[in-house]
């Protein structure tokens, strides 16, 4: 990659394929280069889960996984029941090493995980260059009855109609905002977001 590393071009991908290859290469370094960049989100996400007292024995899927950064600032929160799935087998061979998810498998694009879950986790996953704006309404047809899903937008997707779009319907069918809270998402390259906590 260029001396810039992955992170440079990631917001341009498009296709499933392409994004888990992407990941895929980016696996060994992925850590290591968000901390430098400063990532934020998935702390941000934890705090937000817990301002609306959610139990901290809540069944979580983290969707989207990767390699385990946002499960980690789950469980640091304090909650203590996580599943993840990810496109790439490469950045779930790496979650699986944090040993902090009770199980882990790979995702496939436009499948639905089961409805056993409390709440659903979507951590920097729904944004251009990742999964497109129809995810958020696949995955909150996916939760529990008064289930929980702590997501967020960065810029990109807040510039983006289709994402607002997405969860304008949402919220046009029924789903509450719990949480909603803007700042920082990769701060070093000037990246912010905005955190949600929806409830169905």
């Known amino acids: 990659m260029t001396q810039d590393g992955f992170l440079a071009k990631v917001y341009d991908l498009s296709g499933a394929d392409r994004v888990e290859a992407y990941y895929d290469a980016w696996s060994d370094s992925y850590d290591a280069e968000l901390t430098e960049h400063g990532y934020a989100t998935p702390a941000r996400c ?9 139990p901290g024995d809540a069944l ?29 087998r490469a950045m779930l061979a790496k979650a699986a ?14 499948v639905a995980p089961d409805g056993s879950y409390d ?4 951590v920097g996953v729904i944004s251009p260059g990742a999964a497109p704006p129809e ?13 929980r899903m702590v997501m967020s937008f960065n810029d990109h997707a807040l510039e983006d109609p289709g994402y ?13 905002i719990l949480h909603e809270e803007y700042g920082p998402h990769i701060s070093r390259i000037g990246l912010n977001s905005r955190v949600y906590v929806l409830e169905t």
Do not use: M, N
Request: charged share 15%.
């Open 135 to 147: 995810t958020l309404g696949l995955l909150l047809s996916a939760l529990k009855p008064g289930g």
């Open 97 to 110: 090493e944090k040993q902090i998810y009770e199980r882990l498998w790979q995702s496939e694009p436009g």
């Open 119 to 122: 709440v659903i986790a979507a």
């Open 60 to 88: 979580i899927l983290d969707f989207g996984c990767g390699t385990g950064v946002s499960g980690y600032a789950f469980s640091q929160a304090g909650f203590t029941r996580l599943h993840g799935c990810d496109l790439s």
């Open 46 to 54: 934890a705090t937000a889960l817990q301002a609306t007292e959610t």
């Open 164 to 176: 607002v779009g997405a969860l304008e319907a949402a919220l046009a069918q029924g789903v509450r």
